[in-house]
């Protein structure tokens, strides 16, 4: 050996193996008090309304705190690498949602959703610990892509079998059950979409013929995924489920864009949603009556009908101001009838106000970028495609939700993550959460030096 390759080779010693945290007590300290602050909005709400404190607020806050409990030991156990806030996001929201829908089950007691919602929780945070513990890679899941595409269109032609409700076919109601399968496709396309491109995104980016500055692939490559979408969208169109059609279409588009890195792709989603809303604007009677109510929120007014519940719901947001009139303290009921499922965030604009409404919509934000960092820091792309897709879903729901009870965008049917009134959405949600965990975990413990990749 030379002389400069031994000072070489003294000189540049082999950089030390990185120690990643595992953050678990971080975890902990944070779920502590995501549990509180919902506990402290339940007693809030009683004596708001009747002076003294609920007589089940300590078994409210004993049964969401070993929930919790269980969830953060799960984690522990088979996810310690996992981003520390991703589960007390989910927990806050979740108990916050419990206090909304049970300070308006206070305004209609002979329609309780309280226990009902409580109990699908706990359902959900059973699958969540399910997913961690027995979900080890969530690679394992890209053999199943072909699985979950043909349950999810039988989940979505489900409905189609049952009464209309409210002018769409979207749920299944059997005695006195009722679950919304759109809400469990919408996971499964999710894997199937981030199976697809990831396998094919070469083809994608490179093949097929340049059209202006977009360069399109093949029909052969993208034929099949095309198909699957627009089957999904139809049978969603047919059951006058056009909220669900919409998520599915940002949910593709975005992926699209994602796995080939065209901003073209973007803009061609636009084009095609807008001529999308249009036609099918124009042609139902059910999303024409939304539109206009939407371009005029005041006319039922000045008809003389009293407000419709978009202009409710802005009273509502008006009513509330910087800091809101209170748990308890509001009309938000006054809405009608999707007052606990569409509108829940008018409840919690009129009585958390701005401020209180800017930081759901923070811990919303702060749940979709930590999805986007682990998917980002990971290095095989069907779970980078997997991690960004689920926190897209969370994204695109809330912005739809959001935009249509503030008067932004055209109302579609929609159920907030883990606020609104929805067994279905809130088991789904902790699913996402659990799957995001998981991808959290592998992108974290790749660059650990004391585990083996």
Known sequence: ???????AAVADPPLPAVRLPRRRGV???????AVLLPVYGYCAVGLARSGTVPPGAVGYGAGLGVLALLAHIAVRLRAPYADPLLLPIGVLLNGLGLVLIYRLDLETPGDEAAPAQLVWSTLGVALFILVVLVLRDHRWLQRYAYVCVVVALALLTLPICFPAVNGARIWIRFGGLSIQPGEFAKVLLAVFFAAYLAANRSALAYAGRQVWRLQLPTGRVLGPVVAIW????GVLVLERDLGTSLLFFGLFVILLYVATG?????AVGLLLAAAGAV???RLEPHVHNRIGEWLHPFASIEAGQGPGQVAQSLFSFAAGGMTGTGLGLGHSVLVGFAVKSDFILATAGEELGLAGLSAVFLLYALLVERGYRAGLALRDPFGRLLAIGLA?????QVFVIAG????????TGLAMPFLAQGGSSVVTNWTIVALLIRVSHVARRQYDGRVAP
């Open 1 to 7: 050996m030379t002389k400069v390759g031994t000072i």
């Open 27 to 33: 975890e902990l300290a944070l779920v502590v008090p």
């Open 230 to 233: 627009l089957l999904s969208v």
């Open 262 to 266: 065209r901003t073209g792709w973007i």
């Open 279 to 281: 036609t099918v604007g």
């Open 392 to 396: 897209s879903l969370v994204a695109l």
């Open 404 to 411: 249509g009870v503030t008067g932004l965008i055209p109302l």
